[in-house]
């Protein structure tokens, strides 16, 4: 409350939990004065109401201290529910009671106030006792990542200690930060679980495995240094997804302070995706994505490593003996095959992928160069329940919870794949192990894809069959389809590629985005489905498309005109430049839109359309030089004013490098501009140090802690064998089945 408050223990208060005398300025142009009054009225039921014969000792204490003289300004904190019907009826009982003011905050004053102030949870064990409430929930976090490692128990018993894995401890242990790529089935997740596992044994680490960016600044605390966080596919699982990347982009000042207060982030991504997202990447905003130490491509195997990782997979498999027997003349071939990755391993060591499989030199090679064709027949090989098991998955988006409840569009599409819900648990549990996997995560149980390859297989397996297609699209919801789906061939790696057919389905899903929301605050989850629509649009839909959406929406070309600020990450203003490619953006409105993003430029509160090359597309060589020069004449000269303006805003609860990101990115886009004008970089440059001196006299910088190192092995050099690794793998399989 930015207020010295005096406080009365329990009992005898006197109506009063707290008082302080002064004028107070809770919001806006509201001025509160005079002698204050503070009561809490706490409830232990969920959900509750307050009512007003909850209040009525308490109005009658109030007449009493108005009438000592006590109380001119009565605050009412509740960690009850309170309407806005309801605060008036308060207010009005208060006001006859004497109260000259009175402010009322209920729950949802609470819950904002501590989610948006850090300092404000760090201090709540010692208001509450009850714990950092942060902390008491990120302990059910860690629960759950502790759950995810032990799951992966006998995968990481296969594991192989690779140059790579050396190569992403050493990263981890110098940067704090590391980012596995390669291809799909490379070993990313592998690795990335083996430094988890160091990071559990040797520091006992609190580890968190998130799926997005904005789970890494919530979950943040600063006070505990041994967090490490996970993220697998952190710019999509078998897609590039552009929101996962602009969410990245906001958290990105954050992640320097993080790591040196002692914060370990490990990330993955497939190989085509990470080179997609850098083009969207605020990499100035994070240099460490720059550095070839902390980017690590895990597909480089040594011979050595690739001929352990295929011994291990088999002596801990589940191949009979006679199956061992029979291919151990050609595993020196299979691990020395160009495409030998070690999902191949896993597949040769389970009978599932094997059982049509002729163990000869020829079949094998077959078996390791097309293994997307070979696991495309396995899918097809598979009967009913099972397909309708892979089926449910896919439309689930990979995380089909448990007990499974089913919507009504899923009982139908399971029944026209002549499945239904006890055939689909049936298939499930056939395919576990192999196909599928159960694990825990967010607190629930679910099924998921043992492989993410085996997603990208059932995606190609759709592709081919325009009915099953179909029962796909009807049977899915909305959110799901735009991560899978593009209505038409825009180029999208392992998309599912909608056919112009189908397309009304498609416009009908969109109109269903929000219906059933999944966030309780209704701002957020209409925030939230916008961004996904106009992302969808943007980046997932051809010209045929787009035109037929337009045609139901054409409200939709005036809100691309006029984008809200932070340009690099609003989803309308790539939706304008998609359409403006494709000759679909009317000229009025293109002269909006140009209208707009130049006034923020002007004006200092976002530069971007100076230097973004998807805003200067929308633009003509005259209009931008037109905004360069408007900029140079009317911005530069105020740019001390506007940073100013900049510091002038900063709150105490947020470090002074986060606040100043935007201004700081502004300077860039200015310098890139003006780059060959020394009058405009020296203005450019002296606000950049000002900043910067400003940013750095931040008492609240965080120290670094003690260094935390995982540590190597030493490297042993390859040793030339002339007795083969292989050589006792069926004699291993003999003693295990004994």
């Given at each position: ?133 942060s902390q008491i929930l990120d302990e059910r976090a860690y629960a759950q990542a502790r759950a995810i490692i032990e799951s992966m128990r006998e995968d990481l018993a296969k594991v ?78 078998t897609q590039y997804e552009e929101f996962l990347v602009h969410g990245w982009n906001r958290i990105l000042p954050q992640l320097k302070p993080m790591l040196r207060k002692g914060t ?279 010209k045929e498309f787009l035109t037929a959406y337009l045609e139901k929406h054409v409200k939709l070309l005036a809100a691309v005109s006029s984008p809200g600020l932070m340009l690099s ?170």
């Amino acid at each position: 409350m930015g207020q010295a408050v005096e406080s009365f223990l329990d009992s005898n208060d006197g109506g009063r939990d707290g008082a302080f005398s002064g004028t107070w300025k809770p919001s806006g142009n509201e001025n509160l004065a005079g002698r204050f009054v503070i009561q809490c009225k706490h409830t232990s039921r969920p959900a509750y109401v307050l009512q007003l014969s909850d209040l009525t000792d308490e109005v009658e204490k109030a007449k009493r201290l108005v009438t000592a003289g006590r109380c001119d300004c009565y605050v009412l904190l509740t960690n009850a529910g309170v309407t806005g019907t309801r605060v008036e009826e308060i207010e009005a009982l208060f006001l006859a009671a004497g109260v000259k003011q009175v402010a009322v905050y209920g729950s949802t004053w609470l819950t904002q106030q501590i989610q948006e102030h850090k300092r404000l949870r760090m201090l709540v064990p010692r208001v509450y006792g009850l714990g950092d409430l942060s902390q008491i929930l990120d302990e059910r976090a860690y629960a759950q990542a502790r759950a995810i490692i032990e799951s992966m128990r006998e995968d990481l018993a296969k594991v192989v200690v690779t140059e790579a894995y050396q190569r992403s401890v050493e990263a981890l242990d110098r940067h704090s930060f590391v980012l596995l790529v390669g291809e799909p089935a490379a070993g990313k997740t592998t690795i990335a679980s083996m430094l988890a596992m160091a990071a559990l044994d040797q520091w006992n680490a609190s580890l968190l495995k998130l799926d997005e960016p904005a789970e890494v600044a919530k979950r943040w605390n600063p006070d505990e240094p041994s967090q490490f966080f996970w993220l697998d596919d952190a710019f999509g699982v078998t897609q590039y997804e552009e929101f996962l990347v602009h969410g990245w982009n906001r958290i990105l000042p954050q992640l320097k302070p993080m790591l040196r207060k002692g914060t370990k982030i490990v990330m993955t991504s497939r190989d085509y995706i990470y080179n997609r997202a850098r083009r969207d990447l605020k990499e100035s905003a994070f240099p460490l994505f720059k550095e070839s130490q902390v980017v690590i491509d895990v597909h480089e195997l040594t011979g050595q490593e690739r001929r352990q990782i295929l011994y291990n997979h088999l002596k801990l498999g589940k191949q009979p003996k006679t199956f061992l027997t029979d291919i151990k003349p050609f595993l020196e071939t299979v691990a020395d095959h160009p495409r030998f990755i070690p999902e191949m391993a896993r597949r040769l060591a389970d009978p599932l992928f094997t059982k049509d499989l002729f163990v000869d030199s020829y079949y094998i090679g077959q078996f390791v160069e097309k293994r997307e064709q070979l696991l495309h027949e396995v899918l097809q090989a598979l009967d009913s329940n099972s397909k309708a098991a892979l089926a449910l998955i896919y439309m689930r988006n990979d995380r089909l919870t448990s007990p499974i409840e089913l919507q009504p569009t899923e009982v139908d599409a399971l029944q026209r794949l002549g499945s239904d819900l006890g055939g689909c648990i049936s298939g499930l549990e056939a395919l576990a192990g192999s196909l599928v996997v159960r694990t825990s995560a967010s607190g629930e149980a679910m099924w998921r894809f043992k492989h993410p390859t085996i997603g990208d297989a059932y995606a190609a397996h759709l592709v081919q069959s325009p009915d099953l297609l179909g029962i796909y699209l009807q049977g899915s919801d909305p959110a799901r389809l735009l991560e899978q789906v593009s209505c038409g061939d825009v180029g999208i790696e392992k998309a599912v590629v909608v056919p112009t057919s189908l397309f009304p389905i498609m416009l009908s899903k969109l109109d269903q985005l929000g219906e059933n929301k999944v966030r309780k605050d209704s701002w957020l989850s209409g925030f939230d489905t916008r961004r996904k629509r106009l992302g969808f649009l943007s980046n997932r839909c051809s010209k045929e498309f787009l035109t037929a959406y337009l045609e139901k929406h054409v409200k939709l070309l005036a809100a691309v005109s006029s984008p809200g600020l932070m340009l690099s990450v609003v989803p309308e203003v790539r939706l304008a430049a998609r359409l403006h490619v494709l000759g679909l953006l009317p000229e009025a409105n293109r002269l909006e839109f140009v209208r707009t993003v130049s006034q923020y430029a002007i004006d200092g509160r976002d530069t971007d359309a100076l230097d973004n090359t998807t805003i200067r597309g929308v633009f003509t060589d005259s209009e931008h030089a037109t905004l360069v020069a408007k900029v140079q004449t009317q911005l530069l000269p105020k740019l001390h004013s506007v940073r100013i303006d900049c510091q002038s805003d900063w709150v105490s609860d947020q470090s002074r490098e986060d606040h100043m990101w935007s201004f700081l990115a502004s300077l860039d886009n200015l310098r890139r501009c003006y780059q060959y004008d020394s009058a405009a970089l020296a203005i450019i440059e002296a606000e950049s140090r000002q900043a910067t001196s400003w940013i750095n006299d931040d008492d609240n910088n965080y120290d670094s802690p003690p260094p935390r190192k995982l540590g190597k092995l030493k490297s042993h050099p390859e040793a030339s064998q002339v007795r083969s690794i292989f050589d006792d793998i069926d004699a291993v399989k003999d003693a295990s089945e004994n």
